[in-house]
Nanobody, 118 residues
Framework: QVQLVESGGGLVQPGGSLRLSCAAS????????IRWYRQAPGKERELVAS????????????DYADSVRGRFTISRDNAKNTLYLQMNSLKPEDTAVYYCNVPSRDAWGQGTQVTVSS
């Protein structure tokens, strides 16, 4: 079955950086679009970034929420079945639990907490 395990969260000061990882198993990783979501306390889950294969190509395209564009970078290592989210210039409003998701398989990880605070 599909398994997604996030890691890399933690406490960081404003302006700092973190890199989240999502280790995947149970499916052909390179064939699927994968997303990062986040959910802050009392708020709805928010799509942060996604990466998908470009049709008829070996390349991938990334999309970002306006709130993180220019600060976050989504990437993947298909050889390692791992998705990444590099987060730079972090702000207190980035505080949330971050989840990876395979939308076509309706699969979610357990989440990793990111706290941005001085």
């Amino acid at each position: 079955q599909v398994q997604l395990v996030e890691s890399g969260g933690g406490l960081v000061q404003p302006g700092g950086s973190l890199r989240l990882s999502c280790a995947a198993s149970g499916f052909t990783f390179g064939d699927y679009a994968i997303r990062w979501y986040r959910q802050a306390p009392g708020k709805e889950r928010e799509l942060v970034a996604s990466i998908r294969r470009i049709s008829y190509s070996a390349n991938y395209a990334a999309d970002y929420a306006d709130s993180v564009r220019g600060r976050f970078t989504i990437s993947r290592d298909n050889a390692k079945n791992t998705l990444y989210l590099q987060m730079n210039s972090l702000k207190p409003e980035d505080t949330a639990v971050y989840y990876c998701n395979v939308p076509s398989r309706d699969a979610w990880g357990q989440g990793t907490q990111v706290t941005v605070s001085s």
